[in-house]
Antibody, heavy 120, light 113 residues
């Protein structure tokens, strides 16, 4: 069974940093493109960024609002995806979902999400 | 960037009736290399993660009831719920995974009339 478990969500002040993690199981993590998607309160779904397989060179892509502030990385030895968030803004407040693309679309499977609140 | 425009923003449908949601893309999402249309539909309920219903525009994901169907090609797509059930109350999103960023539509809220 595919499982994605996010952790690390917290209340942080504007300008602060936070690191989210996603532990994956039930599939061969190293073979899969992984993404982060967020949903701000009362808003729609917003793609944050993704990391391709190491065998593809492991390139990353980011949405314009987070480029230069957020960094996605992966540790295939631990089946773990990370999202390092720096220079956080109030508009980054959202539930952050870890997703896996297992061959149907880019985001076939989703974790339960972790809440990040940026507020003074 | 590819922009997806969903319509309507919300709709209220009687139980057992048909619900139709539209998604228009600013450019084609047909991947000519394998002739697949790179568009998916998701259902989002409060407090739950999104659930993929449809991928490749028209293929129902595993376990999705057959009252959900996806259709369309090129730039115009439709999600149809043939006979609305109470458990279908949710917000529905289309997403293209052809271009980067793989954007979502704005969402359509489906309620019971």
């Amino acid at each position: 069974e595919v499982q994605l478990v996010e952790s690390g969500g917290a209340l942080v002040k504007p300008g602060g940093s936070l690191r989210l993690s996603c532990e994956a199981s039930g599939f061969t993590f190293s073979n899969v493109w992984m993404s982060w998607v967020r949903q701000a309160p009362g808003k729609g779904l917003e793609w944050v960024g993704r990391i391709k397989r190491i065998s593809d060179g492991g390139p990353t892509d980011y949405a314009a609002p987070v480029k230069g502030r957020f960094t996605i990385s992966r540790d295939d030895s631990r089946d773990t995806l990370s999202l390092q968030m720096n220079s956080l803004k109030t508009e980054d407040t959202a539930v952050y979902y870890c997703t896996a693309g297992l061959g149907k679309s880019d985001t076939d499977y989703w974790g339960q999400g972790t809440l990040v609140t940026v507020s003074s | 960037d590819i922009v997806l425009t969903q319509s309507p923003d919300s709709l209220a449908v009687s139980l057992g009736e048909r619900a139709t949601i539209n998604c228009k893309s600013s450019q084609s999402v047909l991947y000519s290399f394998n002739n697949k249309t790179l568009l998916a539909w998701y259902q989002k309920k409060p407090g739950q993660p999104p659930k993929q219903l449809i991928y490749s525009a028209s293929i129902r994901d595993f376990g999705v009831p057959d009252r959900f169907s996806g259709s369309g090609s090129g730039t115009d797509f439709t999600l149809t719920i043939s006979s609305l059930q109470a458990e279908d109350v949710a917000v529905y999103y289309c997403q293209q995974y052809y271009g980067t960023p793989p954007a979502f539509g704005g969402g359509t809220k489906v309620e019971i009339k």
